[in-house]
């Protein structure tokens, strides 16, 4: 059986690390790495509302507004620009099509703002 709220508190827990492990990447220059992390951040904060609504395991993908959906969340237009944008910055690992631009540190800096508004939103959610 299932243990929802230890799946939730995981997902949430190891958001908050990988948002302080990107913001650390932003703030060092290193922005296409440390927005893969922010990415990965908000990904798995919304796996956790997956996980509270749906009450099981969340999927394994790594599309925001689909974790959305499944969530049952309503988003506003705001918060859909932030996670479309926030989309861009999931890396294939391997032999990629394409890598995103690689932002300025500024620019980096403002996504970041967007996706810590994004996850606090979510964790109000839980």
Not at 34 to 53: I, M
């Amino acid at each position: 059986m299932l243990n929802i709220p230890k799946q939730i508190e995981y997902w949430v827990r190891t958001a908050e690390e990988d948002f302080e492990v990107g913001s650390g990447l932003i703030h060092a220059g290193k922005t296409r790495h440390g927005l893969f992390f922010v990415h990965l951040a908000v990904e798995k904060t919304l796996k956790a509302c997956v996980c509270k609504n749906q009450k099981a395991t969340p999927p394994k993908t790594h599309n925001l507004m689909h974790l959305c959906r499944l969530a049952g969340l309503d988003v506003d237009i705001q918060r859909q620009d932030a996670i479309e944008t926030l989309s861009r910055f999931c890396l294939e690992g391997r032999y990629p099509d394409q890598w995103p631009a690689i932002p300025e540190r500024e620019e980096a800096q403002h996504y970041l703002g967007m996706a810590e508004e994004l996850t606090q939103w979510l964790k109000k959610q839980l």
